[in-house]
Structures are given as structure tokens and as C-alpha cells.
């Protein structure tokens, strides 16, 4: 008898995303970018931006027409240190990684890039991006404005995207610094992943419109498409424990993603028309690239780097913890553990799986899960 499992090697994984992707009508070179974007969340134990949102995020939105499958990168203004790209609503992924590069490329001459982006779509997580500065020796900062979730503090309506502002910078250890969260106490991924498994979102996280806390998660992705609902910021609702902090880099994050290339922001992103037509969402990111080598030297910079993780970790633990992590560690501890295995699929998205798989004839794939 034949055991099912709910474990796809990366092979096959990698394989089937990319051909369901050129399925769509995104040139392979490109599919190959996008796959890899999106299986890096799984591979850093990210449920919440890997193939969980294969479908949803990405396929659906090419079939709505609102996100095109051949991405038109254009270069609308460039100076030594400087860009701004007009991505026109191609694959945010593909947009991305070109962006970062070219900011690395500018740092490598310069010292220092930055490239700021508008008119794109989700590009996946922010922290492949941070990374890819961090293997060419560079710190790298990266972060992008979303569909409106996030209420401000004393509010109760969803005005800012989930805003990541994502660090990255390169260490002697066998994995980097990379601190990628959003600027939300959870985000919309997250409750997304909730609903799939028919779990509640934990009180204290989305606040409703009369200003008490939601949890049926199903009843919360409704909400929030419908403004009825808002995530919380870092902090939480009010002052007093720090959520005007989390505000305020969200704010951040919405400045630097639309004012440098004038873009879209706010309530503009909802991605629905006056109609409740769906629109493209014209999102707007912003990538920093700084090469350790202007300033310390890249294994100076690695070395102090490294130094400050290590005496974080190795600093007093509090009472039944064993262990102090520091951003990055856990990300890379989950890939030790999936490398030799796959990705874990939970059930709906294996629906989705076969029923891609389905209609575009891909019959070369049997998945374990059937």
C-alpha cells in the first residue's frame, strides 16, 4: 500500500511552479525568478508567502486581468547612485529582483544604490531581496507598500499596506542578518493561512470597526476587503505598549514606497474600483543597497557583525527558555531541516495543486498527497 504524504521534494515543487507559471504566460526565464521567489518562503519556513499563496496572489490575479504575466521593466529615470523603474503591473518578482541588482550594481560603483519602484505587484518576501545584497557583500534594506490593512493608531480603519522594512546585512556565520516582518503585528498572509485551516486569528491582532477584536478568520479576510476591519500595528491598538511605534514605520515605509517615484499609496491600493471592479494594485517598492567594502571592508564588517549576533545569543536567557535567536537563525535552522525533504502542503492548497495542474495538462506530476 502506497502512503500518502503531504512532503513534495523541492525537484518536483520547483518544476511544477515554474511550468504552471509559463502555463500563464510568463516567459520561462522569468517563471524560473517567480518560482524561485515563492518557494524561498517555504524553504525559510514562511507558510504565509510561499505556495500557500501560489494560487490566490498570483495565478488568480493573471486571470483577472489585473497583473500582466510579461513584465515591462522601464527605467523612467537613472543617475549614478539612483533609479526610478515603472514596473506597469508585470510580476512583481521579476520586478524586484532586477531592482535589487540594480542597486547592488550602482553600490558596487558607488558605494551606495537605491532604486524605487512603482506600479508593480506582490512581490513575494522582502527578505529574498535583503538577501541577495547580503551574498554580494552588501547590507541591503528593502520594503514595499501593500492594499490598505493596517489601522493607525487611535483608528480603526485600514489605511496602510502590512509596509515590511526589511534588513539585511552579511555575517561570518553560516547565515546572514535578515530581519523581514511587517510593520502589523501579523499580517494578511497569516490569517490567510488561519482561515485554510480553519483556525481563529489570536485575539489582539484585528481590530473591527466598533473597536473591539476579531477573531473568526474567515469572517476577517471579508472584513478587511471590505474596510470593515483593520490589522493592528506593531504594539497594538493605543499607546501604551509602543503601537504608535509600528504606525509610524508603516508610515514610513508607505512614504519611501510612493513619494520618491510617485506612485500609488493609501486607500489608491485597495485594487477595487468605484464599482467593486477588480484593478491592478500599482504597488510601489524601494531598494537600498549599501557595499561593506566603501566604508569597513566586507570581513571586518562580517566579523563585528558576527560578534554582535553571537553575544546576543550567548547572553542571559530568561527562566525555562534555552535559547536566545537572533533574525535570520530560525530561518536558516528550518532550511537544515526541509533541505533533504520538501515542502510541506496542507490541504487546500493541494486542491489548488491538482486542480492548476489539471487544467493546464500538466500530467507529468503525481504528487504524493493523492
Known amino acids: 500500500m502506497t502512503v500518502k504524504s503531504n512532503i513534495v521534494d523541492w525537484e518536483t515543487i520547483t518544476n511544477f511552479v515554474t511550468d504552471a507559471f509559463v502555463g500563464y504566460g510568463i516567459p520561462r526565464a522569468d517563471a524560473e525568478i517567480c518560482a524561485d521567489v515563492l518557494l524561498e518562503s517555504d524553504k525559510r519556513g514562511i507558510e504565509s508567502h510561499g505556495v500557500n499563496r501560489f494560487k490566490p496572489i498570483y495565478l488568480d490575479r493573471i486571470k483577472a486581468g489585473i497583473q500582466h504575466p510579461v513584465t515591462n521593466f522601464e527605467v523612467v529615470r537613472e543617475t549614478a547612485t539612483t533609479a526610478v523603474v515603472d514596473g506597469h503591473d508585470g510580476m512583481g518578482q521579476v520586478i524586484g529582483k532586477r531592482s535589487m541588482q540594480m542597486a547592488i550594481d550602482k553600490a558596487k560603483k558607488y558605494g551606495m544604490g537605491m532604486v524605487a519602484v512603482r506600479n508593480s505587484t506582490h512581490y513575494g518576501i522582502a527578505g529574498y531581496y535583503a538577501t541577495m545584497a547580503t551574498k554580494a557583500g552588501c547590507i541591503g534594506i528593502t520594503g514595499t507598500n501593500a492594499r490598505p490593512s493596517i489601522a493607525p493608531t487611535f483608528g480603526v480603519e485600514n489605511m496602510l499596506g502590512t509596509n515590511p522594512l526589511t534588513f539585511g546585512m552579511p555575517t561570518d556565520e553560516d547565515f546572514p542578518f535578515v530581519l523581514d516582518c511587517a510593520t502589523s503585528i501579523t499580517q494578511r498572509g497569516r490569517v490567510e493561512y488561519y482561515a485554510r485551516n480553519h483556525k481563529p486569528t489570536p485575539a489582539g491582532l484585528v481590530i473591527g470597526r466598533d473597536g473591539t477584536s476579531k477573531t473568526d478568520s474567515d469572517e476577517i479576510l471579508s472584513a478587511l476587503n471590505k474596510g470593515d476591519a483593520a490589522l493592528l500595528p506593531l504594539g497594538g ?99 537544515q531541516e526541509r533541505k533533504e525533504s520538501g515542502v510541506p502542503i496542507n490541504e487546500a492548497v493541494q486542491k489548488e495543486m491538482i486542480q492548476i495542474r489539471d487544467e493546464l495538462k500538466l500530467s507529468q506530476y503525481q504528487f504524493p498527497f493523492e
Not at 241 to 260: D, H, N, Q, R, W
Not at 279 to 295: K, N, V
Not at 300 to 328: V, Y
Open 237 to 335: 491598538a493605543g499607546e501604551e505598549l509602543g503601537g504608535y511605534k509600528g504606525y509610524g514605520y508603516a508610515t514610513v515605509v508607505e512614504i519611501l514606497s510612493a513619494a520618491l517615484q510617485q506612485g500609488n499609496f493609501l486607500l489608491s491600493l485597495t485594487g477595487i474600483g468605484e464599482k467593486g471592479e477588480k484593478l491592478p494594485y500599482h504597488l510601489g517598492h524601494f531598494f537600498i543597497a549599501i557595499d561593506t567594502e566603501a566604508f569597513c571592508g566586507l570581513e571586518s564588517f562580517k566579523k563585528t557583525c558576527g560578534d554582535i549576533l553571537r553575544e546576543l545569543r550567548a547572553s542571559q536567557k530568561a527562566p525555562g527558555s534555552s535559547h536566545i535567536f537572533t533574525a535570520g537563525e530560525k530561518e536558516y535552522l528550518v532550511w
